[in-house]
């Protein structure tokens, strides 16, 4: 069975920091750019973070840029978000997906991913 699973949610205050894991079971990261993906309550699901199935291009949404940082380990199958100076808006449910693509590119549309989690829920209060 091809899933992903999201770990490392939780709560935190405001400042704290998080790191959020996205492993693969079924079938092997090294051809998928995957995206990190978080829908609060009442919002869209919106894209964060992603990285190209080569681990060289990288890309993040201007609401987190500087404060995140995404990673893979396709040794591991998982690719991670460093989540840094937390704030009240990052509260919500974090997603990732996967797709295949090229080696090089990754994307943060939520409309065209193959694979999805069920998610991690990020909760900054204080």
Not at 23 to 47: N, V
Not at 49 to 65: A, E, L, P
Request: glycine share 14%.
């Amino acid at each position: 069975q091809l899933q992903l699973v999201e770990s490392g949610g939780g709560l935190v205050q405001p400042g704290g920091s998080l790191r959020l894991s996205c492993a693969a079971s079924g079938f092997t990261l090294d051809y998928y750019a995957i995206g990190w993906f978080r829908q609060a309550p009442g919002k869209e699901r919106e894209g964060v973070s992603c990285i190209s199935s080569s681990g060289g291009s990288t890309r993040y949404s201007g609401s987190v840029k500087g404060r995140f940082t995404i990673s893979r380990d396709n040794a591991n199958n998982t690719v991670y978000l460093q989540m840094n100076s937390l704030k009240l808006d990052d509260t919500a449910v974090y997603y990732c997906g996967a797709l295949r693509t090229g080696y090089s590119s990754c994307s943060l549309s939520t409309r065209i991913m193959d694979y999805w989690g069920k998610g991690t829920l990020v909760t900054v209060s204080s």
